[in-house]
């Protein structure tokens, strides 16, 4: 913000304070306007819409409060500094709770005044950046709401517009976390088939043994612990639509199936052998390139065919940037509502590091960092709220270092043990992030990691995980 440009309206009944916060905010380049009462302050606000307001609480005909309360009323975000004599910090505390920025009581600082004023400068910057982004925004999209302005959704939105109300199955690719299913949602939500049903499926979150059964149902009997036929997804989604999540993660007996289900719009449940007509509209999601997966002999190459009649890659956040700012202020809001907490902004410091960062755990990353922010801060949120650093950095495994700092200290340690000890290091670590990345679900990491399910609960319970 230029300092040429900010306008500070000072209002206190004392001239000597006035005249001095006049000369100080002068000397910083900031443009001043005085009042020494209350309603001269209403008028000035009116008519040169102050950056910032000095309020002084005491004033023969219109005091602080009321001056606050119908400023806020003219410019909601206009920053009020109240000023207070020491014996009456009480009633600034009080004016806080009704909107005031933050107080100074008298005698006071001329750091403390200049550093107050550049504070609310820079959220009210902020808060303007944020409104434009959302003045600049397809109100009519729900996926802009949820999702941001950026032109990377605006593009996003045109191509679902494209594809959503046609029977074409779609393919959507992007990394964990940055909105697949959301797209998918809206996807359907824009199709013939809204009125009817949206059934999702995490293809890496059932067991193997288990996930034919749910795509297709079973017949009672069909296996040990089947004591009743059960209708699977594909059949629920009768008429809607049926979204396969993480679809690289369906073994390749399994994909064998679903293709000729695709291919013969009928179903055959587990253990049955009469087929049942399905109508269902098949959108699929993969956080990898299943090209690469074909190339490799992990996906079927005839089944990757039939279900690419249309793609959309989405993008990841950091290749977003125009969606962070939004993203941020929208959970934040909405985690302020849930915790009872009063609204809250971003410092400018906090701000640069949310633009500056990567997020490789893309939008569920930014939100979880949002959440944990608000619940620490008690007002502005600064970066030492911010769990966030560049993780490129970080050693592979935390016992290294001392291991080497023993060698260095003419200590003999045994090549077998520093091995062992660094094995268990990485698995460990490894193994963590896998699992953090599946949400605690084993068999999905046991498949991300390509060991089989036995080995990665033996791993686990040896590690302590």
């Given at each position: 913000m230029d300092r040429a440009s900010v306008k500070i309206l000072i209002v206190d009944d004392d001239d000597n304070i006035c005249r001095m916060?006049?000369?100080?905010?002068?000397?910083?380049?900031?443009?001043?306007?005085?009042?020494?009462?209350?309603?001269?302050?209403?008028?000035?606000?009116?008519?040169?819409?102050?950056?910032?307001?000095?309020?002084?609480m005491k004033m023969p005909e219109m005091d602080g409060d009321e001056v606050l309360a119908r400023s806020k009323e003219i410019d909601p975000d206009l920053p009020v500094i109240i000023i207070t004599a020491f014996g009456e910090i009480q009633g600034a505390v009080e004016a806080i709770k009704h909107g005031a920025y933050d107080y100074l009581a008298k005698p006071f600082d001329h750091d403390d005044v200049l550093r107050l004023v550049q504070r609310s400068l820079s959220e009210r910057k902020l808060k303007r950046k944020l409104k434009n982004l959302v003045s600049h925004m397809?109100?009519?999209?729900?996926?802009?709401?949820?999702?941001?302005?950026?032109?990377?959704?605006?593009?996003?939105?045109?191509?679902?517009?494209?594809?959503?109300?046609?029977?074409?199955?779609v393919v959507l690719q992007g990394e964990t976390g940055s909105g697949k299913e959301i797209v998918a949602q809206a996807?359907?939500?824009?199709?013939?088939?809204?009125?009817?049903?949206?059934?999702?499926?995490?293809?890496?979150?059932?067991?193997?043994?288990?996930?034919?059964?749910?795509?297709?149902?079973?017949e009672k009997g069909a296996f040990t612990g089947a004591v009743q036929k059960t209708v699977g997804l594909m059949a629920a989604a009768s008429g809607g639509t049926l979204f396969l999540d993480e679809i690289s993660n369906l073994p390749l007996p399994s994909q064998a199936k679903l293709l000729r289900v695709i291919q013969e719009r009928k179903v055959y449940p587990v253990g049955g052998k009469t087929p049942h007509p399905i109508d269902v509209r098949l959108l699929?999601?993969?956080?990898?390139?299943?090209?690469?997966?074909?190339?490799?002999?992990?996906?079927?190459?005839?089944?990757?065919?039939?279900?690419?009649?249309?793609s959309i890659t989405i993008p990841p956040l950091r290749q977003r940037k125009d969606d962070i700012l939004y993203l941020a202020?929208?959970?934040?809001?909405?985690?302020?509502?849930?915790?009872?907490?009063?609204?809250?902004?971003?410092?400018?410091?906090?701000?640069?590091?949310?633009?500056?960062?990567?997020?490789?755990?893309?939008?569920?990353?930014?939100?979880?960092?949002?959440?944990?922010?608000?619940l620490l801060a008690d007002k502005l949120i600064t970066r030492d709220h911010l769990d966030i650093r560049q993780r490129g950095n970080e050693m592979p495994c935390g016992i290294l270092p001392e291991m080497i700092n023993e060698l260095s200290q003419e200590k003999e340690v045994s090549f077998k043990a520093i091995v062992r000890e660094s094995t268990a290091a990485v698995e460990r670590q490894v193994l963590t992030r896998t699992l953090q990345a599946t949400g605690g679900n084993k068999a999905k990491a046991a498949r991300k990691l390509q060991i089989d399910y036995k080995t990665i609960l033996t791993k686990i319970k040896k590690l302590g995980l």
């Open positions: 916060l006049a000369k100080l905010m002068e000397k910083e380049g900031f443009k001043t306007i005085v009042a020494n009462d209350g309603v001269p302050a209403i008028d000035a606000i009116r008519s040169h819409w102050p950056d910032v307001m000095l309020l002084d397809n109100q009519d999209s729900p996926l802009r709401d949820v999702m941001g302005p950026s032109e990377a959704v605006g593009y996003l939105v045109g191509q679902i517009n494209q594809v959503a109300q046609s029977e074409f199955t996807i359907h939500k824009a199709s013939l088939r809204a009125e009817k049903s949206f059934v999702p499926l995490d293809c890496g979150a059932i067991p193997e043994a288990l996930l034919e059964s749910e795509l297709f149902g079973h699929v999601a993969a956080n990898q390139d299943l090209s690469s997966l074909t190339e490799k002999g992990l996906f079927r190459s005839d089944l990757l065919y039939r279900l690419r009649e249309f202020k929208r959970f934040l809001d909405i985690t302020c509502s849930e915790l009872n907490k009063d609204e809250k902004g971003f410092s400018e410091n906090a701000l640069d590091m949310l633009l500056n960062y990567d997020w490789p755990g893309n939008v569920r990353e930014l939100r979880s960092t949002v959440r944990r922010a608000v």
